[in-house]
Each structure stands twice: as structure tokens, then as C-alpha cells.
């Protein structure tokens, strides 16, 4: 048996190097309890580094021998594993989502939510449109939603204006305002303009990212754009705080926007 780890931040240290050494180790005790022999041959270890393994694991308090020879978590080990794990796919998580993050702003605060929580949808030279297939997914599922984007994407407008129509959907676009140009591409924009529940707003702000909030699903996506305006990648979240987050976004850019009138 062994007492807990040393206190203190070289306790603190001790514990996270002997995580980053021994993790393979405390997944596969984490899978149940094991002897020496068993453990050897599930990592495929030498019998002088299972020894050396489970003895670092033993003397910070993460695992301990029971009668029978076997080693098993303690209740403490098995608490630092389940936080260690979440940690190590979050992670992963990040990783997944660095070409998105990448073409973010340096300066932009960007919630752990989208990372952590959310799902990164990742243009390529094959498939250039698949951002855009996913806003036009996410959005076919919301009644009501709100977009804040520097471009222009004017083959939405038919379906967008035929909902609205409907009576299916509610929906605010705030565009650069060198954008509403390519917007009056949609040949019935005016008649769009002036039906209840469609609104196009324009900012003299530049736009350096995307923001989508779906307000019936509290649903966000954040986008990341290209230096010619292409959108290299989204990342989409069902979690509060990035909604909350995409909400605040959007209505910070929308006090010092203006609505785009019709022109007849």
C-alpha cells in the first residue's frame, strides 16, 4: 500500500510528469485491476518498466497492490484518470479544430465551447462548399436565426425569402456593407426587404469572422474566412456559452449597423 502524493507544487509536478510517462499504464488498470504479468503482456512492456510503472504510480498515490498481487486504481487514481482523460480529448479536440482556429483573428477570444464541445466543419481543395453546405443544413433547422458574415452569399436568398414567405422563418443578415452589392444579385432583394420577418443590416466595420445563432435551437457556428473572402471553416456548437457568446457578438456589431432599405 501506499500513502497519497507529496503536497505542494513539486507534488503537483511529480504527479503531472508521471501521468505524461504512465499513462498507458493507468488506462489499461483503469480497464481493471491486473497483475504484473498481465500488464506486461497487455502493453507488451518489459518486466523492468511494468515494475518501474507501477512503482511511480504507486508512490503518488494513483494506484495500489491489493492482497491477491493485483493493482488496481485508487479511488484518488481513479479520479485524476477520469480528469486526465477528459483532458487528453480535449486536447484532440483542439488539434481537430486548429485549421479553423488558425484562420481566426489573433485578437479574437474565442470560447473554449466551440473547441471543446463543438464539431469543425474544414473546407478542401476537393470539397471548397462544405462550410457552406453546413450553414445551409444548420439553417434549414432553425425558425429563427441571425448572421454575421463579411461576404455576401446571395444563391441563399431564394429559399430564405421563400420561408420567410412562408411564414416558416425569421432572419437577420449583417453583411460589410461592400457586400450588399453582390446581395442585390437576388433580382427580388427589394420585395425580400420588405417582408415581415426578413432583414438585411450593413456595418461600415470590418469583418473579420462569421457568426451564426440559431435562436430557436440555441445553436452557434463561428467562421473563418480566407484573405479573398473564402470560408475555410466553421465550427458548430450546441453548447450554451457559445450561444451566449454569438448572441453578445452579433449584437455588439448590430448597435453600429443599418438596415439596407429597398430601392423602390
Excluded at 462569421?210 to 473572402?229: E, I, K, N, S
Amino acid at each position: 500500500m501506499t500513502g497519497g502524493t507529496p503536497g505542494g507544487d513539486g507534488g503537483d509536478r511529480r504527479l503531472r510528469e508521471t501521468l505524461a510517462r504512465r499513462e498507458r499504464v493507468l488506462d489499461a488498470l483503469a480497464a481493471g485491476p491486473m497483475d504484473q504479468r498481465d500488464l506486461r503482456d497487455a502493453l507488451d512492456v518489459s518486466r523492468s518498466t511494468a515494475y518501474k510503472s507501477l512503482r511511480e504510480l504507486e508512490e503518488v498515490g494513483l494506484i495500489q497492490q491489493a492482497d491477491d498481487g493485483r493493482y488496481r486504481l485508487t479511488q484518488y487514481g481513479s479520479l485524476v484518470h477520469r480528469r486526465h482523460s477528459e483532458y487528453v480529448t480535449r486536447i484532440a479536440r483542439l488539434g481537430t479544430a486548429r485549421t479553423v482556429v488558425e484562420s481566426l483573428p489573433d485578437d479574437l477570444l474565442v470560447p473554449l465551447a466551440f473547441v471543446e464541445r463543438g464539431h469543425p466543419v474544414v473546407a478542401s481543395p476537393h470539397a471548397p462548399e462544405r462550410p457552406l453546405d453546413r450553414l445551409d443544413h444548420e439553417t434549414a433547422l432553425s425558425n429563427d436565426y441571425r448572421v454575421l458574415s463579411p461576404i455576401a452569399v446571395p444563391r441563399f436568398l431564394p429559399e430564405i425569402h421563400d420561408r420567410v414567405e412562408r411564414g416558416d422563418l425569421v432572419v437577420e443578415l449583417l453583411v460589410e456593407s461592400g457586400a450588399v452589392e453582390y446581395l442585390r444579385g437576388y433580382d427580388r432583394l427589394d420585395e425580400a426587404l420588405r417582408t415581415d420577418g426578413f432583414e438585411i443590416l450593413r456595418t461600415d466595420d470590418p469583418l473579420e469572422f462569421g457568426v451564426l445563432a440559431c435562436d430557436d435551437r440555441r445553436t452557434a457556428a463561428l467562421f473563418a474566412y480566407g484573405p479573398q473572402g473564402s470560408v475555410n471553416g466553421m465550427l458548430v456548437c450546441d453548447d450554451d456559452d457559445a450561444y451566449r457568446w454569438a448572441d453578445r457578438t452579433y449584437r455588439r456589431y448590430r448597435e453600429r449597423a443599418v438596415p439596407v432599405e429597398p430601392r423602390s
